[in-house]
């Protein structure tokens, strides 16, 4: 017991050292806690980009094989049955379709058919259009975005060319390949191709090999022929 004026016992509490060591404690915990979660959006962000481009180029290598499958050297009245170059392809099938034109309507279109599979380099997206013979083509359908470039090829048994024509080969080719660049349009120079102005100047190390790639065998390409007027 104190006596009346004497010194008193001190409180408990924290000394202003222990106040700061608080503090920076949680500000450090706080800073981990707020890495970790960018970390996962950013990691998140990653895969979804990852699911997105690989869903895009099976649709795109999926319409492309499937209509392969049933293409045709060449007809009389319309032509060639494969004519691409580097950035897109024109195909003429034989099979029947659902038309896309119509939403509430399907409408089953005839025999043969023409697809066009286009890269819009400014979008960096390939479209497919479609028609029913020589009908009009149906609005554009985007199957796969986020390119910065596209490259088709065309292996005719002896070489890879970035042309063809199968009225002017007389069959159609070997084999296709598709190579897919993602990335902003134009980040991506092309290895073997001529470089633009813009590309001239950029380091070799620009340069690199495709993020996709894939070769689709032409099930009839060895043994089909057509000639004009036949």
Same mark, same amino acid.
């Given at each position: 017991?104190?006596?009346?004026?004497? =010194?008193?016992?001190? &409180?408990?509490?924290? *000394?202003?050292?222990?106040?700061?060591?608080?503090?920076?404690?949680?500000?450090?915990?706080?800073?981990?806690?707020?890495?970790?979660?960018?970390?996962?959006?950013?990691?998140?962000?990653?895969?979804?980009?990852?699911?997105? /481009?690989? /869903?895009?180029?099976?649709?795109?290598?999926?319409?492309?094989?499937?209509?392969?499958?049933?293409?045709?050297?060449?007809?009389? &009245?319309?032509? =060639?049955?494969?004519?691409?170059?580097?950035? $897109?392809?024109?195909?003429?099938?034989?099979?029947? !379709?659902?038309?896309?034109?119509?939403?509430?309507?399907?409408?089953?279109?005839?025999?043969?058919?023409? $697809?066009?599979?286009?890269?819009?380099?400014?979008?960096?997206?390939? *479209?497919?259009? &479609? %028609?029913?013979?020589?009908?009009?083509? *149906? @609005?554009?359908?985007?199957?796969?975005?986020?390119?910065?470039?596209?490259?088709?090829?065309?292996?005719?048994?002896?070489?890879? %060319?970035?042309?063809?024509?199968?009225?002017?080969?007389?069959?159609?080719?070997?084999?296709? /390949?598709?190579?897919? !660049?993602?990335? =902003?349009?134009?980040?991506?120079?092309?290895?073997?191709?001529?470089?633009?102005?813009?590309? $001239?100047?950029?380091?070799?190390? %620009?340069?690199?090999? @495709?993020?996709?790639?894939?070769?689709?065998?032409?099930?009839?390409?060895?043994? $089909?022929? !057509?000639?004009?007027?036949?």
């Amino acid at each position: 017991m104190t006596r009346p004026g004497g =010194p008193r016992a001190p &409180r408990p509490g924290f *000394t202003v050292v222990e106040v700061m060591l608080a503090l920076a404690l949680m500000f450090l915990v706080v800073g981990g806690v707020l890495g970790f979660l960018g970390n996962v959006q950013l990691r998140r962000a990653g895969v979804s980009r990852l699911a997105g /481009e690989l /869903e895009g180029s099976l649709a795109l290598v999926d319409r492309l094989e499937s209509d392969l499958a049933v293409c045709v050297a060449g007809d009389e &009245r319309h032509g =060639p049955g494969i004519r691409g170059d580097a950035t $897109s392809i024109d195909l003429l099938t034989r099979a029947v !379709w659902l038309g896309a034109g119509r939403r509430a309507e399907l409408e089953v279109g005839g025999d043969l058919q023409r $697809s066009t599979l286009r890269f819009d380099a400014g979008a960096g997206r390939v *479209t497919l259009e &479609r %028609a029913d013979g020589a009908g009009p083509l *149906t @609005p554009a359908e985007t199957l796969a975005d986020g390119l910065a470039r596209v490259r088709f090829r065309y292996y005719d048994g002896a070489e890879w %060319a970035e042309t063809f024509d199968s009225g002017a080969h007389g069959g159609l080719p070997v084999a296709i /390949e598709v190579g897919l !660049w993602y990335g =902003p349009p134009g980040s991506a120079p092309i290895p073997g191709a001529a470089p633009s102005v813009a590309e $001239s100047a950029a380091p070799r190390a %620009a340069l690199r090999a @495709p993020d996709r790639l894939r070769v689709i065998v032409v099930p009839d390409g060895p043994v $089909s022929a !057509w000639k004009e007027g036949r």
